[in-house]
């Protein structure tokens, strides 16, 4: 084994990394429902201010998303610099987590 590997086993095996990779996974979801719910509601792309979360992991929860084509992006409109929309394969997803009671909140 590398000494990298070594490494960054050990790091892995830390709480505090076990805690970063666990919110990696949650908060791309957290986003995901959150835009649905308010698009379902509204019929209309929701903009980037009604989405919690901030900086580094909100800006890549929304890339994962994008990259998944689970949502586009489109220009924002009065106080948004975008807006985003899910695809029909993203509500599909949002109306499963949906009947799962999936409440939408980091867990």
Known sequence: ????KELTDKLEKT???QQVLSALEREPVAVFYAICAEY???GEAVPDHHLRGAGY???VSLRALQASRLIGRETGGRYSVFSYRPTAEGMQ????????GWQGAAR
């Open 57 to 59: 992991w909100k800006e």
């Open 40 to 42: 379902d509601k509204s």
């Open 1 to 4: 084994m590398s000494v990298y």
């Open 15 to 17: 709480e505090v990394m």
């Open 93 to 100: 997803y949002y109306k499963g987590l949906v009947q799962e």
